[in-house]
């Protein structure tokens, strides 16, 4: 019932893309990936800073929460109902034979339930707002919060472009009780593979970190022309150790079973994310068909003297190149 009536009512802001129908890592990819595309063939760059938070779920203000659940309309009975669900929890620490007192927290929401997520989101919901009147996009899923921003070819310092923007997200996550970690945030140009040096204040206190010329950003590791390459060669890589692994004990298993092992392994690491591959390299999508012909020919014992080509249609499994056009 949450879930329908932020969505219904559009409560969340349209770049929150964390636990939401028809959203997801990939969506939220996506919509990074294609505004640097758009901004380089506009002769643009853009500039992408990772911020990260430290316990996110558990430094949640109980109070704030329930003024921003209120802010969305939510009041009455539903209120008091989650309000049942966030407040009154207690934990004792245990070390070795001591239990200390029993203490109620006051803030957190508790984590392994749908609900949590979905506060969480109503929680962070004011943010995107804090940052677009300064030129930038926020795009988040969950705790990963990244800032997205363009700057002409003869862009000004990042300090001087980013630096009352930075220090509004500051204060607002300080007001929030929220906890940047300077030391892990990242930051990275599109449509520059030379590592340029900025300085900009992130709390008043912390410069922005040098940026880098890979990131990984929800599972995906992300390069300043947008190739893939670098994501393709580490999707082979683990691949192939993992299949190597598999080799010794697959056999012993009946077909049903290795398919769905290999499905599972492999497979998985083919397809999250493939959309970004659209417009890679061809060279890059060779690389991630060979880890799809190497799993064919261990999952129907094929020797590497013959094509695997039918093999794979005789498992129905899409060409990569092709699966990636499906995806799109």
Request: glycine share 8%; hydrophobic share 45%; net charge positive.
């Amino acid at each position: 019932q949450l879930s329908t009536l932020l969505e219904e009512g559009k409560l969340l802001h349209p770049t929150q893309m964390g636990f939401r129908p028809k959203h997801g890592t990939e969506t939220a990819l996506i919509a990074i990936t294609e505004e640097a595309k758009k901004r380089m063939c506009n002769g643009f760059e853009t500039a992408i800073i990772l911020l990260d938070l430290s316990a996110a779920f558990d430094t949640v203000d109980l109070n704030i929460l329930t003024t921003r659940l209120r802010g969305c309309g939510i009041a009455g009975t539903a209120l008091e109902w989650i309000s049942s669900y966030v407040y009154g929890r207690s934990f004792q620490v245990l070390d070795r034979s001591y239990i200390s007192k029993r203490t109620f927290s006051t803030c957190g929401v508790p984590q392994g339930s749908a609900l949590s997520p979905l506060l969480f989101n109503v929680y962070m919901r004011p943010l995107a707002g804090i940052v677009e009147p300064f030129g930038v996009k926020l795009v988040s899923y969950a705790d990963d919060t990244q800032l997205v921003v363009s700057f002409s070819k003869a862009r000004p310092d990042l300090g001087t472009a980013l630096g009352p923007c930075l220090k509004a997200v500051a204060t607002w996550m300080a007001g929030s009780k929220m906890k940047l970690d300077n030391e892990k945030t990242e930051v990275m140009f599109f449509g520059n593979n030379r590592p340029l040096a900025i300085s900009s204040n992130l709390d008043g206190a912390s410069t922005l970190p040098p940026p880098k010329s890979l990131i990984k950003s929800l599972g995906v590791w992300l390069d300043p022309l947008l190739a893939m390459a670098q994501h393709a060669n580490r999707i082979a890589g683990t691949s192939f150790a993992l299949l190597r692994m598999l080799r010794k004990v697959l056999m012993i298993l009946p077909f049903l079973a290795r398919r769905l092992v290999i499905q599972a392994v492999i497979g998985s690491r083919i397809d999250y994310g493939n959309a970004l591959f659209i417009g890679s390299p061809k060279f890059v999508i060779q690389r991630l068909q060979r880890v799809q012909n190497a799993a064919a020919r261990l999952l129907l014992n094929i020797p590497k003297q013959y094509s695997i080509r039918a093999g794979i249609v005789s498992l129905h499994w899409l060409p990569v190149a092709e699966r990636i056009q499906f995806k799109a």
